[in-house]
């Protein structure tokens, strides 16, 4: 990998969201894993991370920032690669995990954990891994971290999509549980209507105590 390819804008890839893979498998990587994490900014609920190694014969355009997708695309989307051959590992941190280690420190666990779980899907670790944002996985693994890694490597955003759609759907299991939150609408997000809730209702058991917003309220 060219010293600075970290630091390349999606403009500068001109669109090609397969440039790092390729350089990669180049080097004779075959095994190229994205990785995300969704669910950093929530008061309430998991953080989950998602490890993706796309096939070779896969429609790399196809795979966007899950952001920029609108749910139902989402869905579809994360449909096609459950039925792909891609090799997927999701991870989990909870909200005790994230309330006792902060919430980077659970990110890089869930990631952590995505990682693991892909690499007993495949029978062995993965050669390589391309990761969103500033911070390295704490596992063994040679990476390279892509600030806004969505734009830059299909691979991150097939991971992005698994990731978020997992985490929407633990939200939706959480909503039936505790119906006062409205979880379904935000996903634990802090909006304005979430906020009122847990000031009329108090913290549930999945909300992050140590959160500004959650921990003001805490008996």
């Known amino acids: 990998m060219p010293a600075g390819a970290s630091l390349l804008s999606p403009s500068q890839l001109g669109g090609d969201t397969f440039f790092h893979e390729r350089r990669l498998r180049q080097q004779g990587l075959l095994r190229i894993a994205g990785v995300d994490e969704a669910g950093r900014g929530p008061l309430a609920g998991p953080v989950t991370a998602a490890c993706v190694i796309l096939p070779p014969d896969s429609d ?45 420190q659970a990110s890089l666990l869930a990631m952590r954990r995505a990682v693991e779980t892909c690499a007993n899907c495949i029978e062995q670790l993965p050669d390589f891994l391309l990761v969103d944002g500033l911070f390295k996985v704490p596992i063994g693994l040679r990476q390279l971290t892509l600030v806004k890694g969505e734009s830059k490597s299909a691979s991150i955003a097939a991971a992005s999509i698994v990731a978020k759609v997992v985490r929407d759907h633990l939200m939706a299991e959480y909503h039936v549980q505790y119906p006062q939150y409205n979880l379904l609408q935000h996903k634990g997000y802090p909006t304005q209507a979430h906020r009122a809730a847990i000031a009329e209702h108090g913290p549930s058991p999945i909300h992050r105590q140590s959160f500004r917003g959650v921990r003001e309220f805490c008996r």
């Open 60 to 104: 790399f355009s196809r795979w966007k920032d899950s952001k920029k997708l609108a749910p139902a695309r989402r869905e579809r989307l994360y449909a096609e690669l459950r039925a792909s051959e891609a090799f997927i590992g999701v991870g989990i941190a909870s909200v005790e995990e994230i309330d006792l280690l902060n919430i980077l």
